[in-house]
Structures are given as structure tokens and as C-alpha cells.
């Protein structure tokens, strides 16, 4: 009777060290894995930490701002020829942005190339795309990159980190995210500008003649 209980013990105590030792090693997987991702990622700082994030798309500036209540806005265009900046921060499109962000957050690299000076085979001296984040509207930037070429396959993109002698390729669908962000918060300025008119006009119309 008691060899029979001492086995019973046994063969609980090997029962529990084999579950430790399989969550340990499920647990030692999973941190691996988190840093293989954070060796891999582009952005130097999570994007919780980022406060401001600029699209430079084909001359003309995008700015999004985190405000202080950590809700993105879009600040609006910022060229000599559309001075105006939107300021007002809309929920739904917040949250519209937040998502695109938390997306490009975790854009990873994959292949690497050598960066040759002079030679602008993927489209990275000269870019369409250059973007640049920064850590608070204050602060200098953080990192900036210049988006190139589409890779032969077009299922990523020639993304240069400036100040690096890597090219990195990335997928494409990080930048198409961004580039359709821009879209939906110029058309939502566009939309808006009509109605902003339209309230001016009315409350001048109003204003009793002196």
C-alpha cells in the first residue's frame, strides 16, 4: 500500500515538472519570437511613442499629430499652395488613423541590400514618398525614410532608412495603408470645405448692415 502511494506521488511530481517544462518552453518560444519582431522592426520607438508622423507624397506634406488626449488628428496640408490646416479632431476619424498607424507600426524589414553610392536602381534618391516620424511635435525627427520602387514581384517596397547603408524591402501594403489615409482625409477636408463656406456665407448674410 504505501509503494503504491509513493508511485502515485511520483508520477504526480513527473506529470507537473512536464507541464512546467512545456510552458517553459512555450514561454522561452514566445519571447523569442516578440524579439525576433523587434529586431525586425523599422520604427525605433513603438508607435505609442510617436507623436507626429509626416507623408511628404510627391512634394506636398501630410502631417498627423497625436494630441494631448493621445487622439490622432490630421494637421492638414502643409505647402506654399494650400496653406490651410485642419485642426479639429473627429473621432471616427481618429480612430481611422490610429488604425492605419498601429499597422505601420509594425512594419518589419525583409530582404537587405548594400546601398551603392550614385546608383538609384530602387527609387530611393530621388522618392515619391519620403516619411519622417518624430516623438512629439517639439522634438527632432526620429527616423526618416525614403520610400523607392516597387519590388519586381510589387508585393513590397525599396524603403531606405535615411542615415542607413541598408536598403531594406518592406510590404507594400504599409505604404498603400499610408497613401490611403491621405486620400480619405483629403476627401473628408474636401467634403468639409463646401459646408465651412456655406456657414461663412450665411453668417455674413445674417451680419446687419451698418
Known amino acids: ?3 503504491r502511494k509513493l508511485w502515485l506521488i511520483w508520477g504526480v511530481l513527473i506529470v507537473l515538472a512536464v507541464v512546467i517544462w512545456r510552458g517553459e518552453v512555450r514561454r522561452s ?6 524579439s525576433a ?3 525586425k522592426r523599422l520604427l ?6 510617436i507623436g507626429v508622423v509626416e507623408v511628404m507624397l510627391k512634394g506636398t506634406m501630410h502631417r498627423f499629430e497625436r494630441a494631448g488626449n493621445g487622439k490622432w488628428f490630421y494637421h492638414g496640408i502643409h505647402d506654399a499652395s494650400q496653406p490651410g490646416h485642419e485642426h479639429s479632431i473627429d473621432p471616427a476619424q481618429s480612430d481611422t488613423i490610429a ?3 498601429t499597422g505601420f507600426g509594425r512594419m518589419q524589414g525583409e530582404q537587405r541590400i548594400p546601398l551603392k ?3 538609384d536602381e530602387y527609387g530611393v534618391s530621388r522618392p515619391d514618398i519620403f516619411i519622417i516620424v518624430y516623438h ?10 525614403a520610400a523607392g520602387s516597387l519590388t519586381p514581384d510589387g508585393y513590397s517596397r525599396y524603403l531606405l532608412p535615411v542615415g542607413g547603408a541598408e536598403i531594406v524591402t518592406v510590404p507594400e501594403f504599409h505604404i498603400t495603408n499610408l497613401l490611403t489615409l491621405i486620400d480619405a482625409m483629403k476627401a473628408k477636408v474636401a467634403a468639409s470645405a463646401p459646408a465651412n463656406a456655406a456657414t461663412s456665407t450665411t453668417a455674413a448674410a445674417a451680419k446687419p448692415a451698418r
Open 99 to 101: 488604425n492605419a498607424f
Open 1 to 3: 500500500m504505501r509503494g
Open 117 to 119: 553610392g550614385g546608383d
Open 136 to 145: 512629439s511635435a517639439n522634438d527632432a525627427p526620429l527616423a526618416r525614410f
Open 44 to 49: 525605433p520607438a513603438p508607435i505609442e511613442d
Open 29 to 34: 518560444s514566445e519571447i523569442s519570437a516578440t
Open 37 to 39: 519582431r523587434e529586431a
